[in-house]
């Protein structure tokens, strides 16, 4: 795939890694004016929805729809990129009560690619301890 879909972020005390947080993530492009997900894009995030399922505990999907502000009726427009991404992840066998979904209208001189339309994050839904144990190897700076 030409995107990374795991992403680390590490917390660093003075000179060991003490904790992290884990998500897949990917970015889905639509065309301008639409919210259809390409085929391409639809083969990516199966792919990534399976990779969910094989972490050791249940994860959110949370699901970012954008429009420009130049595109018709953005707004709405936003709001059925994300729904399309969320109908998508509901027939992929994602629970409906562990999809949220939020849409923004993105400014005209962003420097945001203009063809990716929506962001899609897995991220565990972390025991009270925290998801530590699944980094719990100490990394030096």
């Known amino acids: 795939m030409c995107y990374a879909l795991t992403s680390a972020v590490l917390c660093y005390t003075s000179s060991y890694a003490v904790a992290c947080s884990l998500g897949l993530q990917m970015s889905a492009k639509m065309p301008r004016n639409s919210a259809e997900m390409t085929n391409a894009d639809r083969i990516r995030l199966a792919n990534l929805t399976i990779n ?8 959110d999907a949370i699901i970012y729809g954008y429009a420009f502000a130049g595109e018709h009726a953005p707004a709405s427009l936003a709001s059925q990129r994300a729904q399309t991404v969320a109908q998508f992840l509901t027939q992929m066998g994602v629970a409906a009560d562990l999809i949220h979904v ?7 001189n962003s420097k945001r690619d203009p063809s990716e339309q929506v962001d899609i ?14 980094c719990n190897t100490p990394t030096l700076k």
């Open 102 to 108: 939020e849409s923004s209208i993105v400014a005209s």
């Open 121 to 134: 994050q897995f991220a565990p839904i972390c025991p009270t301890g925290g998801c530590g144990f699944l």
């Open 52 to 59: 969910v399922r094989t972490l050791p505990m249940r994860s």
